[in-house]
């Protein structure tokens, strides 16, 4: 295994900042500039860095995943439906709102 230093961490986390924000008002993913960021600023080798972002993703959907829940607006079984194969007609009513 390699040893590694993080360098640059305040410019790492503004880009990172700049990142989440940029990613919450478009709506779209910003993986892509945290590997970016965290590779090319903060000098931290590729794989790390990807899977890190991945880490990031997992925490993200879980904890999202779990507010959901929470709220009741999320059917436990319909991530099993879209995983495995899409079925013709629903095998479950969703409750009415």
Not at 50 to 67: L, Q, R
């Amino acid at each position: 295994m390699e040893d590694y230093t993080v360098h640059r961490i305040p410019l790492g986390f503004g880009l990172m900042f700049g990142a989440g924000t940029l990613s919450g008002l478009l709506g779209i993913g910003s993986g892509a500039v945290k590997v970016l960021a965290m590779d090319q600023a903060m000098r931290i080798p590729f794989k790390v860095s990807t899977t890190t972002s991945n880490f990031m993703i997992g925490v993200t959907a879980a904890a999202s995943a779990g507010i959901y829940l929470a709220a009741d607006t999320l059917i436990p079984a319909s991530p099993c439906q879209s995983s495995s194969a899409p079925a013709p007609v629903p095998f479950w009513e969703p409750s009415p709102r």
